[in-house]
Structure formats: C-alpha cells, structure tokens
C-alpha cells in the first residue's frame, strides 16, 4: 500500500531519492493518509499532552495548513459533557503546531481531549477528529505511578518498521504511567541517518527516512523535523496519546556537547552555535507540550507538582553553562557557571518551600559519571565531574553547594533522575566514601537509551562519593553504539504506594524484564 504525501510535509522531499514523492505505509509509520489537494485538513502527527498539574495541563497539535484549531475536553469519552477552549490559529510561524495550557480541570480525574482543525481557506472544510486523554494530578494521597528514560533516535537508528519501530514506547504504555519524564536528547539533530545499516549479525538496519534526517539540522525547519520524524512513529503516537510527557532538553537537540566553546564541524555552514541554539529552542518549545513556553519563552526548567507525595524539578543543565573546559577552577566564578545563579536560587527556593513527601530532580546529566568533551583523546568536561576524584571544583561546586543547602536546610528524601550515558544504573552517594563530604545521602537513578545507541559505563567521579548499586551496559566484546534490536534500551519505573509512601524504583529493558528495583523509605522530619 502506497500514500501520496502531502506537499507540505514533502517541503524538502519526504524520502530521499523517492521521485514519486509516495511512502509505503506498515504498521509501525504513522503518517496520514490523505491526498493534498483534497479539502480537509490533516492532524500530521497525532496528539500530545504535557506538564499536567490538578486543575491544568497543556494540549499539542499539528495541521497540514493554516488552519483553526477548535479543542474541547471531557470527563467522559463520549465528550457528553464537552467544554471548549479558546480557538487557535496554526499557521507557518509555528509549522502549523498549536499548543495551549488547558486550565480549570477536575483534579485527579481521567481528562478526554479532541481537536478538529478549520482550514483557513475555507472554513467549512473540517478535519477528522483527533482524541487523546490523561490524567490529572491528584490533591489527596493516591498511588503515583511514572516512567523515565532518554535518548531518541540517535547514532542513526531510526524507524525501522521491519524491526518494529521504537518498540519501547510500546513497553512503556504496558504500565498506563500517569506520566513520562523525557530526560533529554528528545532528538538527535546532529546524526544523520542513512537508509540502510548493515549489522554484525547480518542482517540490514532499515530507517525510514525524511530529507531533515540526511543532515545536520541548521534551519528552523531543520530542528523542527527532527520532532516531526520521531512522532511518525506508530508507537510514539499511541503513547503521546496516552501518556502526558515532562520534557527537558540536553545538547543533542542543537549539537554534540555544546556550550559556548563549541567549534562545529566541516558538516555545518552556520557556524555561530548560538545561532544554533536558538532555532533548535524555538524548535523545542513548538514541538514539546512544555509549558512554560506558553508563559515564560524558551524557559525549560520548572517544577511539576503531582500531588501530596510527588514534586518534580527539571533541571536545565545545557542553557546557562559556560564554555566546556577542563573543569578544574577552585573557585566558583564565570568559568564554573553550569545552572547558574537564577536557577540555582529558584531550585534552592523551590526545594525548600516543597511539601511533598518526596522531591524528584530531573536532571539531564549524571553528577558523579565522567563524561568527557573530548572523548576521543578523554579531555575537558561535558557534564560536572572532573575525573579528579578531589574535592569539589569547577562546576561540582555549583552542587557541592546545592547538596550543603538541602542538608542544612533538612530538606528530605530528594531523589536525582536522569539519562544521558545510554545505559541504565543506580548511584547510591554517601558522604562516607566521598572528598566533599557535608551532604546527605541520596540515590541516583541513570536510564536510557530509549531508541539509540548503546555505550557504556562510564567511569565514576569520587568528589560526592558515588557507589554503583547496579549497572547494565554492553561488554567489552559487545562493543559501542549498539543498534536497539540489541535488546540494550532502557527506562525506569517508579511507584509510590499511597500508604506507606515508599517508592519503588524499577530498571527495565525494551522487553519489559525487571532488572533492578529498590524499595526506598521516606525519611519523616524529628
């Protein structure tokens, strides 16, 4: 079965090399099918919802064309009970994507959503509807259920619709979560894909492809395919559907380890990595139901309240750092910046002002593992370890701070979660084993990829003492950037029970098995 694509989306040719401009459509592609001439609009790539609290959560949509949006949400699925929202306009500035933070909702209550779009040109042609749901975050104890994980669609695996697609979104969706934490490298806009890959064990890796992933992205349409690419797929969809996700972004969304002192390659010819930046942000924030973008322009960091047991606080770790180096300063100053002062202090606030039994920091990168700028020749630092095993310096201080504030301030039962690495690991940091030692104990969970390469472990840093509980990476013989049809692809899973409070922490693969799981008392304050 073949689809004409729609002139829009085949802007700058829908596959490389398809002079007939047709795709073939299995089960794992998500792509509408439809004719562009034909008078109707097209919801492109189907429905998300994001940042829920009790009473709000933000609604995400695409056309084909300008067009009007019309959302309405229900309590029941059969919409009886329908209330609309204010219409928006999709139009060439936003690529046609719509999102608006959906206020006044029913706390803790399973939340149905649809969307038609207008077209502009004429009014009464009308698309098909679109549904979608999720839950609202409740104000009295109930159990709270949520995935993690990171990393989408890099080192050039793609949708391999013989293998299945991104069959971990799939796995994920077993759990009905009530939401999902997107640790970052939500895409990869630096790694080009090629058609096909041959592997070791002699078959052919076999992406579908989209002119936006032949290349390094550099345009604002460029970054905004790499999300397009990634919600073609079937499982990315009926997830998105289900689940809302919390979203926070790392470097792969502009570039390989970028910060201010980041030279780009021979593969760009925009060379201003600020340039960069900023397209790949706005991309970002038009693609991802975030909602601070609806308030605070290209702000990522913020807290999700999700009821009396759970807060979350994204962390950004790539915006406000200063240029990579060797990380080695004794003292904080302009080279050391890594949150920086403003989010350092709002974190700090939050942390202290928190309510909720336990205070999960979602954090793009690990604290303890080295990750190196240079890996090839093991030089500068990427995320905040120096690989000196001293005490704090450079960008440590920054969370050597941090961790002082929350002991001082007896601020309990803080866990960090995060990606990054692509593998799966659980941290225990104790001030014991550690050469800045004036901080509490705390856990840090690693997961990833969702749907990329394999690599791994990396080594630990023993400034804050990290202790490996548990770690599954590929072996030596194994070797680096595994494909996904390894079986090498990760997620967390937490569950906090409405009773005793304790959360549970669960390592899983792509095939669903438990790996690894930790049952976690909270502390209660004396």
């Given at each position: 079965?073949?689809?004409?694509?729609?002139?829009?989306?085949?802007?700058?040719?829908?596959?490389?090399?398809?002079?007939?401009?047709?795709?073939?459509?299995?089960?794992?592609?998500?792509?509408?099918?439809?004719?562009?001439?034909?008078?109707?609009?097209?919801?492109?790539?189907?429905?998300?919802?994001?940042?829920?609290?009790?009473?709000?959560?933000?609604?995400?949509?695409?056309?084909?064309?300008?067009?009007?949006?019309?959302?309405?949400?229900?309590?029941?699925?059969?919409?009886?009970?329908?209330?609309r929202l204010p219409a928006l306009d999709a139009l060439p500035e936003t690529d046609y994507a719509v999102k608006?933070?959906?206020?006044?909702?029913?706390?803790?209550?399973?939340?149905?959503?649809?969307?038609?779009?207008?077209?502009?040109?004429?009014?009464?042609?009308?698309?098909?509807?679109?549904?979608?749901?999720?839950?609202?975050?409740?104000?009295?104890?109930?159990?709270?259920?949520?995935?993690?994980?990171?990393?989408?669609?890099?080192?050039?695996?793609?949708?391999?619709?013989?293998?299945?697609?991104?069959?971990?979104?799939?796995?994920?969706?077993?759990?009905?979560?009530?939401?999902?934490?997107?640790?970052?490298?939500?895409?990869?806009?630096?790694?080009?894909?090629?058609?096909?890959?041959?592997?070791?064990?002699?078959?052919?890796?076999k992406n579908v492809m989209i002119e936006e992933k032949a290349e390094v992205a550099e345009s604002l349409a460029?970054?905004?395919?790499?999300?397009?690419?990634?919600?073609?797929?079937?499982?990315?969809?009926?997830?998105?559907?289900?689940?809302?996700?919390?979203?926070?972004?790392?470097?792969?969304?502009?570039?390989?380890?970028?910060?201010?002192?980041?030279?780009?390659?021979?593969?760009?010819?925009?060379?201003?990595?600020?340039?960069?930046?900023?397209?790949?942000?706005?991309?970002?924030?038009?693609?991802?139901?975030?909602?601070?973008?609806?308030?605070?322009?290209?702000?990522?960091?913020?807290?999700?309240?999700?009821?009396?047991?759970?807060?979350?606080?994204?962390?950004?770790?790539?915006?406000?750092?200063?240029?990579?180096?060797?990380?080695?300063?004794?003292?904080?100053?302009?080279?050391?910046?890594?949150?920086?002062?403003?989010?350092?202090?709002?974190?700090?606030?939050?942390?202290?002002?928190?309510?909720?039994?336990?205070?999960?920091?979602?954090?793009?990168?690990?604290?303890?593992?080295?990750?190196?700028?240079?890996?090839?020749?093991?030089?500068?630092?990427?995320?905040?370890?120096?690989?000196?095993?001293?005490?704090?310096?450079?960008?440590?201080?920054?969370?050597?701070?941090?961790?002082?504030?929350?002991?001082?301030?007896?601020?309990?039962?803080?866990?960090?979660?995060?990606?990054?690495?692509?593998?799966?690991?659980?941290?225990?940091?104790?001030?014991?084993?550690?050469?800045?030692?004036?901080?509490?104990?705390?856990?840090?969970?690693?997961?990833?990829?969702?749907?990329?390469?394999?690599?791994?472990?990396?080594?630990?840093?023993?400034?804050?003492?990290?202790?490996?509980?548990?770690?599954?990476?590929?072996?030596?013989?194994?070797?680096?950037?595994?494909?996904?049809?390894?079986?090498?692809?990760?997620?967390?899973?937490?569950?906090?029970?409405?009773?005793?409070?304790?959360?549970?922490?669960?390592?899983?693969?792509?095939?669903?098995?438990?790996?690894?799981?930790?049952?976690?008392e909270p502390k209660r304050a004396s």
């Amino acid at each position: 079965m073949t689809i004409r694509i729609q002139n829009e989306i085949t802007r700058r040719g829908l596959l490389r090399g398809a002079a007939t401009g047709t795709l073939a459509l299995a089960g794992t592609l998500a792509m509408p099918a439809y004719v562009r001439a034909q008078s109707r609009p097209i919801i492109t790539h189907g429905l998300q919802s994001g940042d829920i609290g009790a009473t709000h959560g933000v609604m995400w949509a695409r056309a084909d064309r300008p067009s009007k949006a019309i959302i309405e949400w229900s309590t029941t699925e059969s919409f009886a009970d329908a209330r609309r929202l204010p219409a928006l306009d999709a139009l060439p500035e936003t690529d046609y994507a719509v999102k608006i933070l959906a206020e006044g909702l029913p706390a803790d209550q399973q939340v149905f959503w649809r969307v038609q779009f207008h077209d502009l040109a004429d009014i009464n042609a009308v698309s098909e509807p679109m549904t979608a749901s999720f839950r609202t975050a409740p104000t009295e104890k109930r159990e709270v259920s949520f995935v993690w994980s990171g990393d989408t669609a890099g080192q050039g695996w793609g949708i391999d619709e013989d293998r299945g697609g991104m069959t971990i979104y799939a796995t994920m969706l077993k759990h009905r979560p009530d939401f999902f934490i997107h640790s970052g490298d939500t895409v990869y806009a630096d790694g080009p894909m090629k058609e096909t890959v041959d592997l070791k064990d002699g078959t052919v890796w076999k992406n579908v492809m989209i002119e936006e992933k032949a290349e390094v992205a550099e345009s604002l349409a460029d970054f905004r395919g790499q999300y397009k690419y990634n919600m073609m797929d079937r499982n990315v969809q009926a997830f998105n559907a289900a689940v809302p996700m919390l979203a926070q972004w790392d470097d792969h969304e502009v570039t390989n380890n970028w910060s201010p002192s980041k030279t780009l390659d021979e593969r760009y010819g925009e060379k201003s990595v600020y340039v960069l930046a900023a397209r790949a942000a706005r991309a970002f924030h038009e693609m991802m139901p975030t909602a601070t973008s609806l308030s605070e322009p290209q702000r990522i960091y913020r807290k999700v309240a999700y009821g009396p047991l759970l807060d979350v606080f994204f962390i950004d770790m790539r915006t406000y750092r200063a240029a990579n180096s060797d990380n080695t300063q004794p003292q904080e100053g302009a080279e050391t910046v890594f949150l920086g002062a403003d989010q350092r202090a709002w974190l700090k606030q939050e942390l202290k002002a928190s309510r909720a039994t336990w205070k999960v920091i979602a954090a793009d990168m690990p604290l303890g593992l080295i990750v190196w700028d240079d890996g090839k020749n093991k030089k500068g630092s990427e995320a905040i370890a120096n690989a000196d095993n001293g005490p704090a310096a450079g960008r440590e201080l920054e969370f050597a701070d941090l961790l002082k504030f929350i002991k001082d301030e007896r601020i309990l039962n803080t866990v960090w979660l995060t990606a990054d690495v692509h593998y799966t690991a659980a941290h225990y940091y104790s001030p014991e084993k550690a050469a800045f030692q004036d901080f509490e104990p705390f856990w840090e969970f690693v997961s990833g990829p969702l749907h990329a390469g394999t690599f791994g472990p990396n080594d630990l840093d023993m400034t804050f003492g990290p202790e490996v509980r548990y770690v599954k990476a590929p072996t030596p013989e194994q070797g680096a950037n595994l494909p996904p049809s390894m079986g090498l692809q990760f997620y967390g899973h937490v569950r906090i029970a409405p009773d005793s409070e304790v959360m549970t922490v669960t390592l899983r693969d792509v095939a669903d098995a438990d790996l690894w799981s930790i049952d976690l008392e909270p502390k209660r304050a004396s």
